[in-house]
């Protein structure tokens, strides 16, 4: 009977996977029931001030807990889910564990200012996507404010007068957008002209290579400037080390995220690093 439905929705999804080889097939199988059987969970990265150190916001990032393989890379499974249109429930399951998650740390006085949640593609351009981020939002009762959507540059890959508008719902119902991978794709100037988004995410390529080579430095200078004259904020991707921190400072960019302030964390040791940024910044109260 499960077997039949998988072949079914198999089908379904895109026949041209009967390509793929069984190691991919069975976990594309394996994939279809995560979910539902609890393996996958949601890290949360931080994104901090360049000066305070304040946290600005927490990425969302979902990690797959496998019975035999173990964890499984987003950068491993996420082109199958897209692939096969899975991505499409996972977003959706993403999305409301984030929005849960936020309520949660705001109800406990963590005023986190924003979770970002990353969308891709696919899940884009799915026709029900507006009406299940309004959705979502009205069930868990976060404040759209506090919740920032990631695309990227690939969602003008298409129809652009159609993504515009889907950009413009979305932002009708109070969210925040940010392009991540920004230099990467199919960035027209144009395009970021009539997108209305509120953060540019530099990519994490050119903010590692920008302490060794000029033109990766020249690029990152090159965004922040842009940013800033377009109106957008700007966040460094990827900042490793205190160079990188400097350099991003001398620069301009004022939000930093990466493994030199944090890795993802499981949701309790974000909560763990947000006491701690809080307790170093507040004078001891006698
Ligand atoms: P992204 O959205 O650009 O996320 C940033 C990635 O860079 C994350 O990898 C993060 O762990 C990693 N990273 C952060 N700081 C550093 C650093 O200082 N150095 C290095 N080397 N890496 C750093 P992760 O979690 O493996 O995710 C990879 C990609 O998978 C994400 O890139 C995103 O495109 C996608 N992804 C992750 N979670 C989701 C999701 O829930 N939905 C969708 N559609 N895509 C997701
Ligand atoms: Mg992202
Ligand atoms: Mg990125
Ligand atoms: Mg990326």
Known sequence: QSKKNAVRRYTVYDPSLSQSTPELLSLENDLRLAAARG??????????????????????????????????????????????????PIGRWVLRRACLQMVRWLRNGMDIPSV???????????PA???SVAQILEETGLS?????????????????????????????????????????????????????????????????????????????????TLAQNLGFSVVAEGVETSDHAALLRDMGCHTFQGYWIAKPLPAAEFGGFWHERLVLKEPQKV
Not at 171 to 188: N, Q, R, W
Request: net charge negative.
């Open 144 to 224: 759209p404010s506090r919740l920032d959507l990631e695309i990227t540059e690939s969602v003008m890959s298409g129809d652009v007068t159609r993504a515009v508008a889907i950009l413009h719902e979305l932002k009708d119902l109070g969210v925040t957008l940010s392009m991540d991978d920004f230099g990467t794709g199919y960035s027209s100037l144009n395009y970021l002209k009539t997108f209305p988004i509120d953060t540019l995410k530099i990519d994490q390529t050119f903010v590692r290579d920008a302490a060794r080579n000029p033109k990766d430095a020249a690029i990152v200078t090159t965004i922040v």
């Open 39 to 88: 393996e996958l969970e949601l890290y949360y990265q931080p994104k901090v001030c360049a000066h305070s150190m304040d946290v600005q916001g927490a990425e969302a990032l979902v990690r797959w807990r496998h019975p035999v393989m173990g964890m499984v890379n987003p950068a491993e499974f996420i082109p199958i889910a897209e692939e096969t249109g899975l991505i499409v």
């Open 116 to 126: 970002s949640v990353n969308v891709s593609v696919r899940q884009f351009q799915d």
């Open 129 to 131: 996507f507006v009406v």
